[in-house]
């Protein structure tokens, strides 16, 4: 974890996390891919555009580029999962074009991926396979410590990677764990990821006298104000002060290991915006958190080295820290060093998650991982802040009060149509396309999907 004490040489230690999203569950005709990623119109966060030219040597030109690209290749790469279901075998992108590559395991499913502008790879084993291995590694995990450090599906050769010190080590690990050794690459690391115990989500927090953290992204639930952040910076119970040492709030879920994501609920002197803390202080805009692909650039905010960027380099990796291993976090080249942990984790506008461990640091380099912001959510029922909110949140009502529309209460894994109406935050929002609801694609979030009325 990335939480700093304050008391004793914890301060070495950085915390991982990790994120996780789904695609659209209906038909392919049906589901549209919503353009809620960033584009490379003029409103893009000047300290953004910084922060990229300076950590991926692009010019401002270029990192406008990449990032309509990558926005483009993010709903391109949506679409694409859904319509080639079973068959589908990961996508990234690459280059300073993004340029947009999807695998398939049906060499017959070439055409309509080039049809859509995309790079064709067959490859023998779809995503489903892969994942299921790496559920295997992980539940083998579950039951005793590995002496591998880091495992993850790498789609780029369709294979499950696993980081070790001593590769006869991990070559026993999947072997023990009954994982399909054919589908497994073993790769010699002297990676050691470990907690950090130090935190800032952009701004930095203090739990009780024993040490700080980062705030992730500011939420709401209900009308109560809050904060999502990484699950090792603190327990159930466990009291916070802000960056001012003002009293602060109250950690109402936390769960680590397996996971690494919590919640704190503020008291009514804290009000959550929808902004992360970028480079010089300035506010970076949170709109939505649809999850960026493997290639696409990310940033980082930390309250111990601030405002970092590299790209994604995997989703759905687990590691293994001394008090355990965690599950479906996403890996990073971004830098990081104790006390980032719990930090917000953004591409383009979009949130990703938040910090949870890694290792190196921010004067010679290192590897980071994030747990998704979407899961949390999930998890406890959050909404994220995001400048497309309509306002507080505030109650969003029972799907039976007489004054809901047709539509009721926007809920999650329902099937929209294209007219129907619901209501969310105490707004209304017509449907523009079909579509089957996912936590992470809240009416205000997309406004490809839903237009408030």
Request: aromatic letters at 6%; glycine letters at 14%.
């Amino acid at each position: 974890m990335l939480h700093r004490s304050v008391k004793a040489a914890c301060a070495a230690v950085l915390a991982v996390g990790a994120l996780s999203a789904t695609g659209l569950q209906a038909t392919a005709a049906a589901d549209p891919a919503p353009a809620s990623t960033p584009s490379a119109s003029a409103d893009v966060d000047p300290r953004l555009l910084d922060a990229l030219q300076r950590d991926l040597g692009l010019t401002e030109a270029g990192a406008r580029q990449r990032l309509a690209a990558e926005s483009r290749a993010t709903a391109d790469a949506r679409t694409l999962s859904t319509a080639l279901g079973d068959t589908f075998a990961g996508a990234w992108v690459s280059g300073d074009d993004a340029h947009l590559t999807v695998a398939t395991s049906d060499p017959a499913d070439a055409s309509r991926i080039t049809d859509g502008g995309a790079r064709a790879q067959v490859v023998p084993h779809g995503l489903a396979e892969l994942e299921a291995a790496k559920a295997t590694l992980d539940a083998a995990a579950l039951e005793e410590a590995p002496a591998a450090r880091v495992w993850y599906i790498d789609v780029t050769t369709n294979t499950v990677v696993v980081h070790a010190p001593d590769p006869a080590d991990a070559r026993a690990f999947v072997a023990d764990s009954g994982a399909d050794a054919s589908l497994v690459r073993v790769v010699a690391s002297d990676e050691a990821p470990r907690p950090l115990y130090d935190l800032r989500g952009g701004d930095a927090y203090y739990m009780g006298s024993s040490g700080r953290c980062s705030v992730g992204f500011p939420v709401t639930r209900g009308t109560q104000q809050g904060f999502a952040t990484a699950g090792h910076c603190g327990r159930v119970g466990t009291t916070t002060s802000g960056y001012n040492r003002a009293a602060q709030g109250t950690f109402q879920g936390s769960s680590f290991p397996g996971n690494d994501y919590a919640w704190v609920a503020t008291n009514s002197s804290w009000t959550a915006t929808p902004y992360v803390k970028g480079s010089g202080g300035q506010n970076i805009q949170v709109t939505g958190s649809t999850q960026a692909p493997v290639g696409a650039s990310i940033c980082r905010s930390g309250s111990t080295t601030g405002w970092h960027c590299g790209t994604i380099q995997q989703h759905n990796t687990s590691v293994t820290y001394p008090e355990g291993t965690i599950t479906g976090v996403t890996r990073t080249s971004v830098c990081a060093e104790p006390g980032d942990s719990g930090g917000s984790y953004i591409s383009g506008s979009q949130a990703q998650g938040v910090t949870s461990g890694g290792s190196g640091n921010c004067r010679t380099g290192g590897t980071t991982y994030h747990q998704p912001v979407n899961e949390i959510l999930s998890a406890y029922g959050l909404t994220l802040k995001t400048t497309t909110d309509p306002g507080d949140p505030g109650d969003p009502g029972d799907p039976g009060d007489p004054g809901d529309p047709p539509g009721g209460t926007w809920a999650a894994g329902t099937q929209y149509q294209a007219g129907d109406t619901v209501t969310y935050g105490g707004a209304t929002y017509r449907c523009r396309q079909g579509h089957r609801a996912q936590t992470g694609w809240e009416p205000p979030n997309v406004p490809a999907l839903w237009q408030r009325v």
